[in-house]
């Protein structure tokens, strides 16, 4: 299970939701294995004035939020932080500097999914990649 958060500026996200939902699915789906039916993508378009950043960051500045079932190994984390800067910058031209990127992991049974705690539920992929 993955549950991404997208924010950023309103004028920026909203024109590329559709493609960088795709962007992030595909590097989520390579990295940590999950089956390609498993998309749980959230936007948080924001006013300028909701979303300050530091200096040195666009308009393009983008924080992506991941939560997950602990038990990917940390090689699997980096490779889905390095393919979604890589591909980020390839298909959006947005570059590192405007992106920042948090993965939280949970026990699976601090989720409720379906009607069961996440440790009770039968899944048709690995967790421990």
């Known amino acids: 299970m993955a549950q991404v958060k997208i924010f950023g500026s309103r004028e920026h996200l909203n024109p590329i939701k559709e493609r960088l939902s795709e962007v992030i699915h595909s590097c989520v789906v390579e990295a940590f294995k999950?089956?390609?039916d498993?998309?749980?993508?959230r936007?948080?378009?924001?006013?300028?004035?909701?979303?300050?950043?530091a200096?040195?960051?666009t308009e393009a500045y983008t924080v992506i939020e991941l939560s997950i079932f602990e038990g990917r190994s940390v090689e699997s984390k980096k490779q889905f932080?390095?393919?979604l800067f890589e591909r980020i910058q390839i298909e959006l031209q947005i570059f590192p500097q405007d992106i920042e990127?948090?993965?939280f992991e949970t026990p699976k049974s601090n989720w409720g999914i379906r009607g069961f705690p996440g440790d009770e539920l039968r899944?048709?992929?690995?967790?421990?990649?």
């Open 34 to 36: 999950l089956p390609p």
């Open 123 to 129: 899944l048709n992929y690995n967790v421990n990649v």
């Open 55 to 57: 200096p040195g960051r």
């Open 101 to 103: 990127i948090t993965i």
């Open 81 to 83: 932080i390095h393919l």
């Open 43 to 53: 936007f948080f378009p924001m006013d300028k004035e909701d979303f300050l950043f």
């Open 38 to 41: 498993k998309k749980f993508h």
